[in-house]
């Protein structure tokens, strides 16, 4: 895919959410809002006990994971149903008719959305919990890095995601339910709201056999530096190995799913 | 090309709908999957037809035909359910990709425009898209403007404009990579006199000039009677007409109208073989001949031999009155049509 194509359309999917700019109001108040109750709730759970380490975080470590897995989380903002309504309505008609990818448009549509919210929402919202909460990262320039490539890829993955189960509409058409069903399976299984280490005991060969902790959990805990310069490669080779893997499924998907799909409305 | 000269091939190509009343929702397409009582449509039945560069095609048929299923396979959006089509000489629903940057489509209903957009955006997206160079762009969009007026349009957001701006912007559109092969379905929806007429005008200038095949669906026999040398016509998905739109007529009408006016009233024609009566008024009488047995200029000439005629003329049919027949007559003949196709 071209990449003068690709950031056209990054640009067209921003523009059109700078449109909505009461929904990013609410937006930040909302961010804000979760923020601020899990870091409440954190407090008050560390509180009840006299250990300050649970599960290898201490409350410093776990108010940082709450705040900055939420700013990743936002900015990871894209709107899952866009291939569901693509396909409601009939309109998937007419992006099929041009001579692009339909996965790298609607990849190209998603990072526009996230660059809106990423810029509109999480930095206001990083920049006041910073003042308010106790938080500390550790600076180191390679670090750093390593971080932005691990978002990106987990960027990916969690498109890749919403692709596959937006897909699902090709044979469902009505598959409205199943996308809450998905987000809140997402949100949870990627240590959206809770680090993958608090998880019990049985629930971690799951998590493990699944891509979601790669989504926010693991490149958060670089951020913050649980994970050592050395692991985070580690993760990173992950994290492709599930791009590779995901990939695989889109392809498979798309091949099958074309065939089945039906245009709705004449 | 390596197709040479056919636009257009297809071979025995259908499309059936699984509309099982069950196969709605995510928990009926579950259960479907158990207990298996399907009611399939075939939408478009083994048909087969080839274009030539150049043609300029009218694909009619009554609503819930097939055609836009027809076109959608053409144009890649859905993958037929067996037989075979190729548009210059690629297979749309494998290379789907590469077979649109070779066509140019306008679904009336629908635009390719985007909404939020000013036409002139849209069209930039457009030319990035099909790797359009600016001056070919530039020197297209000179043309597309001069022929469809786009110039008053082009920094309107595509939401404001009204349905006939909006298809003139989706047709030319479609046009902007100056595409061999054109798919029109139903671009004439809804649109004013004028406007049907500046894009006919243009529709006749682009494929006599450029040789751009057109296939257009239409449900205004107007515009196939004035563009369109050949006619197919489908009929519950299979085509019942392939041939010249000229030759319909011959083929399909079997009586003419004669219209016969005296120089008073009162008179009564009667026994001239082949010849009915159909309606009189004042110093007019209509007249209906059986084409088939009798020729024109002995029934003509017998009328005028035996009455005093003031005037007489014989009407032509238009190609929707013998297509509204050929709908009648398909209506009246056989009305258990639904089942057959359910299989
Ligand atoms: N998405 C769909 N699901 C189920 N059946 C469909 C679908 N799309 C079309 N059909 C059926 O296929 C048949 C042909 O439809 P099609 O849209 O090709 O007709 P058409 O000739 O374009 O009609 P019109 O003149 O009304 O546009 C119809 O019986 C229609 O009900
Ligand atoms: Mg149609």
């Not at chain 1, 804000?32 to 006990?49: C, D, E, G, H, R």
């Not at chain 1, 705040?67 to 569901?84: G, K, N, P």
């Not at chain 2, 035909?65 to 494998?94: D, H, Q, R, Y």
């Not at chain 2, 629908?110 to 849209?122: H, K």
């Amino acid at each position: 895919m071209n990449p003068k194509l690709f950031l056209k359309f990054v640009s067209v999917s921003f523009q059109k959410q700078v449109t909505y700019r009461f929904d990013c109001f609410v937006g930040i108040v909302n961010g804000f809002l979760y923020v601020f109750i899990f870091t409440s709730l954190w407090k008050a759970l560390y509180s009840q006990f006299d250990t300050t380490m649970h599960n290898g975080y201490t409350l410093t470590a776990i108010v940082t994971y709450a705040v900055l897995v939420m700013a990743v989380r936002i900015s990871f903002t894209m709107d899952d149903s866009i291939i569901y309504r693509k396909v409601m309505d009939g309109s998937i008609a007419m992006e099929l008719i041009r001579p692009t990818s339909f996965f790298f448009m609607n990849l190209a549509e998603n990072v526009g959305h996230s660059l809106f919210h990423m810029m509109a929402r999480t930095v206001p919202i990083v920049m006041i919990s910073v003042f308010l909460f106790d938080i500390y990262i550790p600076f180191e320039v390679q670090r750093l890095l390593i971080f932005i490539v691990s978002c990106i890829a987990g960027y990916i993955l969690v498109s890749m995601m919403n692709f596959i189960a937006g897909l699902l509409a090709f044979w469902f058409i009505e598959i409205f339910p199943f996308l809450l069903f998905k987000y809140a399976f997402y949100t949870f299984f990627s240590g959206g709201i809770v680090p993958i280490d608090f998880f019990p005991e049985f629930l971690k060969p799951l998590v493990n056999l699944l891509p979601f902790q790669y989504m926010l959990y693991y490149p958060t805990t670089i951020l913050i530096g649980r994970a050592s310069l050395v692991e985070a490669q580690s993760i990173i080779m992950a994290q492709l190995i599930w791009i590779v893997i995901m990939g695989a499924i889109c392809c498979l998907m798309w091949g099958a799913g074309k065939k089945k799909l039906i245009i709705q409305g004449g | 090309m390596q197709q040479g000269n056919i636009a257009i091939e297809v071979k025995g190509l259908s499309k059936d709908f699984d509309v099982s009343e069950s196969g709605k929702g995510f928990s009926g397409k579950l259960k479907a999957l158990f207990h298996r009582r399907r009611k399939i449509i075939t939408a478009v039945d083994a048909i087969d037809f080839e274009i030539n560069r150049g043609e300029f095609v009218g694909y009619v048929g009554e609503n819930g035909a097939g055609k836009s299923t027809t076109i959608k396979m053409l144009t890649g959006i859905l993958v037929p359910t067996s037989g075979s089509a190729e548009v210059n000489g690629i297979i749309p629903f494998k290379e789907r990709k590469k077979n649109a940057a070779k066509i140019g489509v306008v679904f009336g209903q629908r635009t390719q425009l985007w909404w939020d957009l000013p036409v002139r955006e849209s069209f930039d997206l457009l030319r990035v898209i099909f790797r359009v160079s600016q001056p070919d762009f530039n020197s297209q969009i000179k043309k597309l403007d001069k022929a469809l007026g786009l110039d008053p349009l082009m920094n309107m957001p595509v939401r404001k404009l009204s349905l006939g701006q909006r298809m003139r912007c989706d047709i030319a559109a479609s046009l902007i990579h100056n595409p061999p092969v054109l798919f029109l379905d139903e671009p004439t929806i809804g649109l004013d006199v004028l406007a049907k007429e500046s894009i006919r005008n243009f529709l006749t200038e682009i494929n006599r000039d450029e040789g751009t095949t057109i296939i257009l669906t239409t449900h205004d026999m107007n515009d196939i009677e004035q563009l369109c040398k050949r006619l197919i016509i489908l009929e519950e998905g299979k085509i019942m007409y392939d041939g010249e739109t000229e030759l319909l007529k011959q083929k399909f009408i079997h009586e003419k109208v004669i219209e016969v006016e005296f120089h008073d009233d009162g008179n009564v024609i009667q026994g001239i073989p082949g010849v009915t009566v159909v309606r009189e008024q004042g110093c007019k009488t209509w007249l209906t001949f059986d084409n088939d047995n009798y020729g024109i200029g002995d029934v003509i000439g017998t009328i005028a031999s035996r009455y005093e005629i003031k005037d007489i003329s014989v009407n032509e049919p238009s190609v929707e009155s013998i297509i509204r027949n050929i709908y009648n007559t398909r209506v009246t003949r056989a009305t258990p049509s639904e089942e057959s196709r359910n299989k």
